[in-house]
C-alpha cells in the first residue's frame, strides 16, 4: 500500500483540471502579482544604489526606470502593488472571519480588481 | 530494499509545525505594507524622474527617508515569507531547499543594498 506513487505525488496546482472560477483566478493572480513585484523592487533598488552612488549612476537607473520599458514595467507594477495590497487586505478579511461565502469572496475579488484599476489610473496622474 | 514498516516510512512526514508562526509573520508584514505602500508610492514617486540633486535634497528629509528604508525592510521580509511558499508549492527535493535558499538571499541582499542606499543618501 504505501508503496504505492512513492516520490511522485502530486504537487499543488492543479491548475489544469479546474474550470476558472473569479474566485481561483484572484487567488492566482494575488500569488503572480506578489512574486512578480520583485522586478520592480529590483529596479527602485538599483535607483537608490544609484543615487547613493553619485550624478553619472543615477542618470543611467534614472533614464532606465523612466524610459518607455521602464514606465511599461512600473505601470504594471503599480497594478500589481496595488492589486497584491487589496488582495491582502481580503486575507485579512477573510482571517478575522468575514465575508467568507462564495458570493462575497466573488465580489471582494472583482473590487480589488477594479479598485486596483482606478488606483494605477490615480497614480500615473499623482506621480 | 532495506525492510522499513510503514509507520516508519511516514514518522516524520507530517507537518513542519512551524506553519502558524509563518502566518503570523506574513500577517504582521502586511498590516505594516498596508500603511507604508500607499506612503512610499507617492513619496518615491514625487521623487522618480527627477534632476540627481533634487533626489539627493528630497531624500535628506526624514520622513522620506524612513517610509523608504521601512518600506524596502518590511516588503523584502514579506517577499522572503511569500516566495518560499511560491517555491513549497511547486518544487521539490533538493531544486526546492537551493531555489528557497537562493530567493532568501536575494531578499536579504536587496533589503540590504536599499537600507545602505536610503541611508548614505540622508547622510
Given at each position: 500500500m504505501a508503496d504505492v506513487n512513492r516520490g511522485n505525488r502530486p504537487l499543488s496546482?492543479?491548475?489544469?483540471?479546474y474550470r476558472p472560477q473569479w474566485t481561483s483566478m484572484t487567488s492566482i493572480l494575488t500569488r503572480i502579482t506578489g512574486n512578480a513585484l520583485i522586478v520592480a523592487a529590483l529596479m527602485t533598488v538599483w535607483w537608490f544604489v544609484a543615487a547613493a552612488t553619485g550624478p553619472e549612476a543615477y542618470a543611467v537607473a534614472n533614464g532606465f526606470i523612466t524610459s518607455w520599458f521602464g514606465d511599461l514595467v512600473m505601470i504594471l507594477s503599480v497594478w500589481a502593488l496595488w492589486y497584491h495590497s487589496l488582495a491582502g487586505i481580503r486575507h485579512l478579511i477573510w482571517d478575522a472571519g468575514?465575508?467568507?461565502?462564495v458570493e462575497k469572496g466573488e465580489r471582494l475579488g472583482q473590487g480589488a480588481i477594479v479598485l486596483a484599476t482606478v488606483l494605477t489610473i490615480v497614480t500615473a496622474i499623482v506621480v | 530494499m532495506a525492510y522499513m514498516t510503514d509507520r516508519k516510512r511516514a514518522e516524520?512526514?507530517?507537518?513542519?509545525?512551524s506553519g502558524t508562526r509563518h502566518h503570523w509573520q506574513m500577517m504582521i508584514s502586511s498590516v505594516a505594507l498596508i500603511v507604508l505602500v500607499p506612503l512610499f508610492v507617492f513619496t518615491f514617486g514625487a521623487a522618480l524622474g527627477g534632476t540627481w540633486e533634487q533626489t539627493v535634497i528630497y531624500y535628506s528629509r526624514p520622513f522620506p527617508v524612513i517610509v523608504a528604508a521601512l518600506t524596502i525592510l518590511v516588503a523584502m521580509l514579506h517577499f522572503r515569507g511569500g516566495v518560499q511558499v511560491l517555491i513549497e508549492d511547486y518544487t521539490r527535493g533538493a531544486a526546492r531547499r537551493w531555489t528557497i535558499i537562493g530567493a532568501i538571499c536575494v531578499s536579504y541582499a536587496l533589503a540590504a543594498a536599499g537600507l545602505f542606499a536610503v541611508i548614505g543618501l540622508a547622510l
Open positions: 496546482p492543479h491548475i489544469t483540471i468575514y465575508m467568507l461565502d | 516524520g512526514l507530517g507537518s513542519a509545525k
